[in-house]
């Protein structure tokens, strides 16, 4: 009897294509409407899915996307040059982003409410449960007046959330600092 070697081949995984047009970063592709649905990465807008900047770097660095511009794929380092001119905070919100998904939450934007992220509780499901906190990534550098930090606990308290301080150290970890209402 003869045996013959069997080679494994490595099965490549295909990728989920976007496209980069403008400030919007979108693709209509089944995979991405599929992640969509089991993890909750974009939004789903008229038949497309949407993704927010932090996301989709989330997704490059994960080898879940490739993303287009004219055409021509763009690497992990120059998606961040590009997202960089149209941000200039984009690495303080993607290393947050990045370091709560690793955890277990879901993320999202969170323009409408004066924040930039709201953030779920682990298990928790969008449309079917409320955030728990609004998060304001930032910087160990930057500075925040009192009436900027009051008027963060304002949003945060009208919007029935937690406050979440997220501060990026110069070694690009995240400390976190929650400020919640008490009654004395």
Do not use: C
């Not at 990728?15 to 939004?43: H, M, P, Q, V």
């Not at 149209?86 to 924040?115: C, E, N, P, Q």
């Not at 499901?125 to 930032?138: M, S």
Request: glycine share 6%; proline share 1%.
């Amino acid at each position: 009897m003869v045996k013959k070697k069997i080679k494994k081949q490595k099965v490549k995984k295909e990728k989920i294509k976007a496209k980069l047009l403008g400030e919007i970063i979108s693709t209509n592709s089944k995979k991405a409407i599929d992640l969509y649905g089991k993890s909750r990465f974009g939004e789903m807008k008229k038949g497309k899915i949407i993704y927010s900047f932090s996301e989709v770097l989330f997704l490059v660095e994960e080898k879940k996307i490739e993303v287009f511009e004219s055409g021509k794929k763009l690497s992990f380092d120059k998606l961040i040059e590009k997202l960089r001119e149209i941000d200039k905070k984009i690495m303080i919100k993607y290393l947050v982003f990045k370091d709560l998904r690793k955890k277990g939450h879901i993320i999202k934007t969170a323009l409408k409410f004066g924040a930039e992220f709201r953030v779920y509780a682990k298990g928790k499901r969008i449309g079917k449960e409320h955030a728990k906190w609004i998060l304001y990534p930032v910087s160990e550098n930057s500075e925040l007046s009192w009436q900027d930090f009051s008027g963060k606990g304002r949003i945060a308290h009208s919007t029935n959330k937690n406050l979440l301080i997220a501060v990026v150290d110069s070694e690009n970890d995240v400390t976190y600092y929650e400020v919640k209402w008490i009654r004395p």
